[in-house]
């Protein structure tokens, strides 16, 4: 246990990569600061180049919040989502680090939920799970929930993870335990957070789950196309002869 | 333990159990041969029960599409206060 923990000031390191998120960052500073207002904690936003002026907005924000809330370290182009976190994570002052997307499908809101999880457990990873009562999604068809579901259980019987969610990104991570395991990883897209949980399971992290609700705000806009259905079966199937 | 050799190890301590059945004929052989199809059927149907249960639990919420809307109106006024540019492009 670190030292910043004994002494019960826990700061959470919020890392948010962007590209072309120039109104859903401001949305999401707002919302942070609205729900999180009696923790310590920074935004590292992660930018990779968006030619939107993201950045200008982050900039903004800046001088409303403050440059010690809200880190802006860039990128100079896209370089993948397993990276920007490594990149924000080498910024992060805090003992812990939370992750999560800029499209606002994962709400602020909830987080407050993932903090008291952590202080009532001692867990080392809290994860989002669409799937436990109180969960739940918005803007999917009946297919792209049965692909999801499906999928989920394919997993469940072969991996034996232990987490509910595995693809989810909205994630609390104790941040050794987070650096410990993001060197391990190797894969990309939504299998590198499988692999992340996966191997944290494994590594017997102790990992918790509190449900979120997704929201899809573009109805329809999350598909699983076959590539993504091949590139999900190469995962398992790499996870079980490597974890 | 890599996982796979978890699965693999479980796997042939059932096969290793079904040979000992034939052997020792506890039950008709006629039965036994059959035993493999039986597991197989029924992983499957553990599996569409599964999803089907999964399907049915998993919850659409319209009104958390609501919330967020008005979450953003207000998000949008509070920075626009302050100087910071939320139209979209």
């Not at chain 1, 072309?20 to 180049?49: A, Q, S, W």
């Not at chain 1, 001088?63 to 992060?92: C, F, N, Q, S, W």
């Not at chain 1, 939920?113 to 799937?131: C, L, M």
């Not at chain 1, 395991?181 to 494994?202: D, L, N, P, W």
Request: hydrophobic share 40%; charged share 20%; proline share 3%.
């Amino acid at each position: 246990m670190d030292e910043q923990h004994q002494k019960g000031k826990d700061k959470y390191s919020i890392i948010v990569p962007t590209y072309n998120e120039r109104l859903n960052i401001g949305l999401i500073v707002y919302l942070l600061f609205k729900h999180l207002r009696d923790v310590d904690f920074e935004i590292i936003v992660v930018d990779d180049g968006s030619p939107d002026g993201t950045q200008d907005v982050v900039k903004q924000l800046q001088k409303v919040y403050g440059e010690d809330r809200i880190l802006l370290r860039a990128r100079p182009r896209k370089l993948g989502l397993g990276t920007a976190y490594i990149h924000g994570m080498k910024h992060a002052s805090g003992n812990f680090v939370v992750i999560m997307d800029a499209d606002l499908s994962h709400h602020p809101k909830y987080l407050p939920s993932f903090i008291r999880k952590q202080k009532e457990t001692g867990a080392d990873i809290v994860t989002g799970t669409r799937y436990v009562k109180g969960g739940g999604v918005h803007g999917w068809t009946l297919m792209r929930k049965l692909t999801s579901r499906g999928a989920n259980v394919l997993a469940q019987t072969l991996l034996w993870p232990g987490v509910s969610d595995l693809t989810g990104s909205f994630r609390l991570y104790r941040k050794s335990a987070l650096e410990d395991i993001i060197s391990r990883c190797v894969t990309k897209g939504y299998v590198f957070q499988m692999e992340m949980i996966v191997r944290a399971s494994r590594k017997g992290y102790h990992i918790e789950e509190v449900p979120i609700t997704f929201v899809d705000r573009v109805y329809g806009s999350s598909k699983l196309g076959g590539s993504e259905i091949v590139q999900y079966l190469k995962g398992v199937v790499y996870l079980l002869v490597t974890t | 333990m890599k996982h796979i050799v978890k699965i693999l190890t479980l796997i042939m301590t059932i096969t290793a159990l079904w040979i000992g059945l034939l052997q020792t004929s506890m039950i008709p052989q006629s039965h036994t041969w059959l035993l493999p199809i039986y597991f197989v059927v029924s992983l499957g149907c553990y599996g569409l029960l599964m999803v089907g249960v999964g399907l049915m639990n998993f919850r659409t919420c319209p009104q958390e599409a609501l919330l967020l809307q008005k979450d953003i109106v207000e998000a949008k006024e509070y920075l626009k206060q302050r100087g910071v540019d939320v139209s979209t492009i």
